[in-house]
């Protein structure tokens, strides 16, 4: 018999786009090969089987499709498990008796329907980030729907019904390649770095959950790895001194409200917006050697569409603007449970909050208790979880939808408040990005928005603590409360936990979305290049030192202030200059009139009032220990929730 199993496995090798090293120069990869996965077809009983290879594992397994109903079959016997690919084919009777249908280097999915049943295989996958520990994350970079015809008994044998046929055309309209990325060696569905194992996901940003429930039920969790949508990348860097680190983004879409533009808008059934990504960006120090500790910091945002029940319309047959539209009387219904969700998925670890209390490291939540601006205790610690909604949407009547919608937003801000309590620390930030970029153009709008996102780090703070080989460690110690596990080498120590959410919504969750958090990232990079040690905003030493002067300074600080700051006040004063002419100085010299609005009162913070202008029909807030006045389309900002 003739071994073609040499020619079938280099071809595996190419199978897998090394454009880039497939693991750090600074880890051994985690995996201890590449994943190999074959569909084979017997010659004769045109019975079809998957030989699989995991990288995780060390040996080889065969599954056996049933030819009556598609079910998988695999049991842990010396017949269905092997030393390597060779093996499980020869064991078939090699090729000379199989015929191989399709090769690939993940298995992303299996599922019978009807007459037929569907292997989902990644024919090729490239490197698109590496994770401390020598973690490989891929990207699907092309895939295929493998059909299988089975013998199904009954009336429909040979067809499918209705249902049937529409998901199969679902099935094969689903773009997986360039859209989805995994890792099989670490958990990434939740923040860096997640202690939990790789087989144990968050559902919520899991897009093949149902393809690899088969693999489930035959007691092979990890045969199917889990597909988040989104991007995933990472770059090696150089700081000013040439020290190296290395800077991963990781955006991953939640699978709780899929659909195109215009038609997964708002909230849904299951509480969860329209267009919603979980976004991390990690910072890690290159460690001297294989077994050097590094420094990392992790810092995480949301972005999505606007967490009511709405939608839209569309103008001339589907071509051109849409209409938003808000549905009455309960547009709030899942407001709560969404925010909820999120407060939950990211409250800190308590056992290493009160770790890090002990062992002295400050908590963002001890320096806002001693700027006066704790929460009220609850027995329930994720109700302490801070909030901040930045709202891009746009502020004033040329849009009276979007205004709709932000008026509507914030309404729904306060009926959440309500329902959690009054002291629920959700904060809504107004930002029209439009309308600013109009009046101040795209420097000063920049400029704005990073003044007031300055103040949002020192409350929610970021993750940071440094990686450690577990052989260093083998004894216990006290101080080992503020580590977790990473895999069975590495072993994680908190230094800080991410304690607050910021998350940025327009109507879309697109251009002014993207504008708007990329440049709260780029803030937020400074500070986690700080924590590791790095200096990302100097050219030369004498600007090092005096970037290190500023952030000690900047550090006493007593934190985040609720006064408008003197970009602010420029701002105000460049769009009054603006708005004052001949004609309307004479009316301007009288001052506007402002009556108060009697609705808006209760949810402002002390000092404040709400008022109208009765001019120009638009809201206004008055702070009365300034005597300033902040219109409707500066940056609006409350201590709870603004209107």
Known sequence: MEDKSGGILKKSKEAHDLSINSSSPCFKSAAARQTSILLLRNKTTQQYGLVTSLATRNDTQLLRINHRGGALTYNSTDSCNFADEAAAVSHLGGTEQNEIIERGCALLGYAPIGHLAFVVLATRVRPAAILPGGHMVRLVAESRWLQIPLQEPGEHSGRLTPEELEKVEMMHKYVLSNAHFYCETADISRPFPSSRPVDQPSWEFVWNRWLSAPFRSVDLPTHCPHLMQGVAESRSLEDCMGQKYTLALLARRSCLHPGMRYIARGLNSLGSPGNEIECEQIVWTQPASLESPLRWSSYVWRRGTVPIWWGVELKSGGVGEATIVIPSPTPYQGTRRYFRRLQKRYTPDPVIKAALEQTGEQSAEQRQQQNGDSPPQSSDASLQLPVTCINLLRCNMQRQDELMLSEAFHEGARHTRRQLGSGAPL????FDWHGMIKDLKEKETVRCLWEHLQGLLPRSDLSSGTMEPVAQHSNAEPSDRC?????AKWRMRWHSQQHGLERYNCADSLDRTNAASYFGAVQVLAEQARRVGITIEAENAQEQSAARAAVSKKKKDPGYSMEISSIHRR?????????????????????????????????LPPGWEARLDESSGESCWIVEN???????????VTGTVSR
Not at 427 to 430: A, K, L, M, P, S
Not at 576 to 593: D, F, I, L, M
């Open 427 to 430: 904060q809504i930030i107004n």
């Open 483 to 487: 580590c977790t596990a990473w895999d």
């Open 571 to 603: 701002v105000k004063e460049m769009m009054r200059s603006r708005a004052t002419t001949p004609e309307t100085e004479a009316v301007a010299s009288k001052g506007p009139v402002y009556q108060p609005l009697q609705d808006a009162e209760s949810d």
């Open 626 to 636: 300034t005597a300033e006045l902040i219109g409707h389309r500066g940056v609006i």
